[in-house]
């Protein structure tokens, strides 16, 4: 390490102002603030220097999401192989699932980053950290037969839409990788809904629907009659295969032990927010409650409202999404009410509108949109309680 402090520190002359490369100066200090911490002090001020920066903070993310990946690089295999109905070792799922995954993530990243760099240069400041995470959570939420071009017309759209006209990292009003999705799935419904889209290079063996997928399309047939309820227990019965994620879906959204890993190195580091975390699923379980007590069909009555936290990308979003301290919540009551009102969208979207069964996209899209909102309601109740305390002498 102290070779390349050293061949860095050779050629940052370069790129500083007056050196030969100095229009690509924001460029070099990624590449080095990305493998050292910043060397930079304050001059003037008081300022309190934390043991953790921000690029060192979204390396965290990416390490808690390694889990969610490596599941998905194996599920991948697993689904193809069992969709023709041939056996594989481990070794053999593996490297199908790698092939298949990896060149949406070096999508992701070359675009997302090239877009960025690009920002940056046109600005004269530094590269935002920020798609550190959003590079590697856009492949996860993208199904595994997404055509590669599409995926990099999402992430651009997602960068430049959703991030850079506010600002960049820091400034988005939405989730950048949320905003990928959402375009995918809109300007390419085909590519992310349907039962051919969510294994890769599926046999005729079994289908490629996702259990989310089936109680969808289950839930109105003959009227939630005992036909769709028992068609729906045979998909939905097996809560397990749900919790490992042995199901076709998302690259990275099928294990919710994997996710819970993920979960845990979050919380434990202190990077996400517990409180909305925890009202996620608070509010996911007491709406499933809800409808499991009035539901007038067989996906209100006969899906447990448990299950409807481990389906889909309910998980996912709780852990990774929701949490993102850009456009989530920033008062501790908010976190609360914020997290509280995406888990109940979310199965209330599910539930409710059979043609969005994957509700949870569009649930925190809604809630980045009213945090702000929340946010200003907490603060002005916590103005008008201190008020009430103040004693005017007249």
């Known amino acids: 390490m102290k070779a390349l402090r050293k061949f860095l520190d050779k050629k940052k002359p370069l790129f500083q102002k007056g050196g030969k490369f100095a229009k690509l100066q924001s460029s070099f200090e990624a590449f080095e603030t990305f493998l050292y ?16 920066d921000l690029k060192r903070t979204m390396s965290i993310v990416v390490m808690a999401l390694i889990p969610a990946l490596l599941f998905g690089i194996y599920n991948t295999g697993y689904q193809h192989f069992l969709s023709i109905g041939q056996s594989a070792d481990m ?11 990896l060149p949406i993530i070096v999508v992701s990243y070359v675009v997302g980053l090239g877009i960025e760099f690009a920002f940056a240069q046109m600005r004269g400041h530094q590269v935002n950290e920020g798609f550190l995470v959003s590079g590697m959570l856009i492949p996860l939420i993208m199904p595994v037969g997404a055509p590669l071009w599409m995926v990099a017309v ?16 820091g ?15 809109f300007a390419y419904p085909s590519k992310m809904s349907g039962d051919t889209v969510w294994i890769a290079e599926q046999g005729d063996v079994i289908s490629g629907a996702t259990p989310l997928a089936h109680a969808a399309t289950l839930a109105d047939l003959e009227g939630g009659s005992g036909v769709a309820t028992s068609v729906i227990e045979q998909h939905l019965s097996n809560s397990w295969d749900m919790f490992v994620g042995l199901i076709p879906g998302s690259i990275g959204e099928t294990s919710t032990i994997a996710i819970l890993i993920g979960a845990a190195i979050l919380l434990a580091t202190g990077i996400a927010s517990w409180r ?11 709406m499933g409650t809800i409808f499991n007590l009035i539901g007038s069909n067989a996906y209100m009555t006969d899906i447990p409202a448990y299950q ?19 456009s989530g919540s920033q008062t501790l009551r908010g976190k609360y009410i914020y997290g509280f009102l ?8 599910r539930v409710v509108n ?20 929340i946010d200003h309601y907490v603060i002005q109740a916590n103005i008008k309680k201190r008020l009430k305390r103040v004693k005017v002498n007249v």
């Open 37 to 52: 911490v910043p060397d930079i002090t304050s001059h003037n001020g008081t300022h309190i220097k934390d043991a953790i």
């Open 91 to 101: 070794m053999e799922i593996c490297i199908y699932g790698l092939i298949k995954i």
């Open 154 to 169: 999402s992430t651009a759209f997602a960068v430049v839409i959703g991030k850079e006209v506010f600002g960049g990292t």
């Open 171 to 185: 400034m988005n009003i939405w989730n950048p990788a949320l905003i990928a999705r959402a375009f995918f799935f």
């Open 276 to 286: 909305i975390m925890m009202s996620v699923f608070v509010g996911g379980f007491v």
């Open 308 to 326: 409807h936290l481990i389906m889909g990308g309910f998980a996912f979003g709780a852990v990774f999404m929701a949490t993102d301290p850009v």
């Open 342 to 349: 995406i888990g109940v969208m979310a199965v209330l979207i």
């Open 354 to 373: 059979a043609g969005f069964p994957e509700a949870m996209m569009l649930a925190i899209l809604l809630m980045n949109t009213f945090a702000p909102l």
